[in-house]
């Protein structure tokens, strides 16, 4: 059974940087093109990047709330997923998922971690 | 950009009742593209249906995905208990690459 698991959530103040991971397990990482939606409270779903198999390319695309600000990585070797936030903001503030995209929909889903930009 | 538009906002039924939940797209997309999501408050989304119209695995059989074009419908055809939560419906396009409605609410009457 496929299992997402996040981690790299807290508080952090405005301007400041942070990075996620997911790990994941029960299904060829590996051959997964990986995303992270995230939801500010009370909110509906927003995606924020997609990175695509090394073996279809490894592209990342991004959201326009978060271009240049966020990376999508991934470390095939740890079977695990990235997300280097940078220059957070309030309205950052969400429970951010990561999940295993499989024809155009988010099959697989993690637990979610809560991201808090505060001052 | 497709903006998904979900109606209604939020509908109040009994269980044993069939549920119609509606999503339809600024601009008509492809059957492919589209699916939903169920979340209940606290959890993660779940898959229900993708391409418009297959079920995700274990997913029971009184959940059922139709539409083309610009409309598409998620239908539930008796309530269990366990099925009042929040829908998503979510397609994949062109920038933005993946949108979702707002989602549809769907509570005990």
């Known amino acids: 059974e496929a299992q997402l698991v996040e981690s790299g959530g807290g508080l952090i103040k405005p301007g400041g940087s942070l990075r996620l991971s997911c790990a994941a397990s029960?299904?060829?990482?590996?051959?997964?093109?990986m995303s992270w939606v995230r939801q500010a409270p009370g909110k509906g779903l927003e995606w924020v990047g997609r990175?695509?198999?090394?073996?279809?390319?490894?592209?990342?695309d991004y959201a326009a709330p978060v271009k240049g600000r966020f990376t999508v990585s991934r470390d095939d070797s740890r079977n695990t997923l990235y997300l280097q936030m940078n220059s957070l903001n309030t309205e950052d503030t969400a429970v951010y998922y990561c999940?295993?995209?499989?024809?155009?929909?988010?099959?697989?889903w993690g637990q979610g971690t809560l991201v808090t930009v505060s001052s | 950009e497709i903006v998904l538009t979900q109606s209604p906002g939020t509908l109040s039924l009994s269980p044993g009742e069939r549920a119609t939940l509606s999503c339809r797209a600024s601009?008509?997309?492809?059957?492919?593209?589209l699916a939903w999501y169920k979340q209940k408050p606290g959890q993660a989304p779940r898959l229900l249906i993708y391409?418009?119209?297959s079920r995700a695995t274990g997913i029971p059989d009184r959940f059922s995905g139709s539409g083309s074009g610009t409309d598409f419908t998620l239908t539930i055809s008796r309530l269990e208990p366990e099925d009042f939560a929040v829908y998503y419906c979510?397609?994949?396009?062109?920038?933005?690459?993946?949108?979702f409605g707002q989602g549809t609410k769907l509570e005990i009457k």
């Open positions: 391409g418009a119209s």
């Open positions: 979510q397609q994949y396009g062109s920038s933005p690459m993946y949108t």
């Open positions: 029960g299904f060829t990482f590996s051959n997964a093109w």
């Open positions: 999940s295993a995209v499989v024809l155009y929909s988010f099959r697989h």
């Open positions: 990175i695509k198999s090394k073996a279809d390319g490894g592209a990342t």
């Open positions: 601009q008509s997309i492809s059957s492919s593209y």
